[in-house]
């Protein structure tokens, strides 16, 4: 491993994470107390209750930093920037249909992005290109577990990411967490999300063991 490669990755990813937290907090929907008491606002969906920023500090983070640490030096500067374009295309994508969400949310609000969102829409575009250039310059035949444990990591990622768990928490507690509106155990888009993913990510797997690499 490249740590001095290793170490800017990471650098990068928690300053673009840090940001994000840093707008939040001067947007007043960092959290609970400041979502009520300073935007007067009864539903929505605070920054440190958006599972996907967990995701991102324990799970995105280090694994962009590991892959570019293990596998930088072996991508030439034309294909980190076709990676970096397809990256930041699917990352402007996944960020339109943020726009479409009926509350105030962090990182969006009815038909726009707030300025946490334009941070995230960067951050996520850095990760898309360093897990797309993973998937297809796969370095070993040995590596192929290693991936399917990634693989693993991401499809948790997106189901954090998409609201499960706070699903689940007020499908249990709805007095408790009235203050978020959605209903993501019954949403075709979590779980399409989330389908979409383990299909990408174990089907790429599953097709470099079953060819043999």
């Given at each position: ?10 650098v ?8 994000q ?7 007043n ?6 979502m ?5 606002l009864?539903?929505g ?8 920023m ?10 962009v ?6 596998y930088?030096?072996?991508w030439?500067?034309m ?12 990352s ?22 707030t300025?946490v ?13 360093a ?13 192929l577990g ?12 997106v ?14 507690y ?15 888009g ?24």
């Amino acid at each position: 491993m490249n740590m001095f490669y290793t170490g800017i990755a990471y650098v990068i990813m928690s300053y673009l994470f840090a940001l994000q937290g840093a707008l939040a907090i001067g947007n007043n929907m960092a959290t609970l107390h400041q979502m009520w008491n300073y935007r007067r606002l009864r539903e929505g969906l605070p920054f440190i209750w958006h599972g996907g920023m967990c995701g991102d500090v324990f799970i995105i983070t280090p694994l962009v930093a590991a892959i570019v640490g293990y596998y930088g030096v072996q991508w030439s500067w034309m294909q980190i920037g076709i990676a970096l374009v397809a990256g930041f295309i699917a990352s402007y994508g996944m960020h339109e249909t943020y726009k479409s969400v009926p509350w105030p949310e962090a990182h969006a609000e009815p038909g726009r992005l707030t300025d946490v969102g334009c941070i995230h829409l960067v951050y996520m575009g850095l990760a898309f290109a360093a897990l797309l250039l993973y998937y297809i310059r796969l370095a070993s035949p040995s590596e192929l577990g290693t991936m399917a444990a990634v693989s693993a990591l991401l499809v948790f990622h997106v189901t954090i990411g998409n609201h499960v768990v706070l699903g689940l928490l007020k499908s249990n507690y709805p007095t408790t967490f009235a203050w978020y509106p959605g209903d993501p155990l019954r949403s075709s888009g979590t779980w399409g999300a989330i389908g979409a993913t383990a299909l990408l990510t174990f089907g790429r797997t599953a097709w470099l063991a079953y060819r043999g690499y």
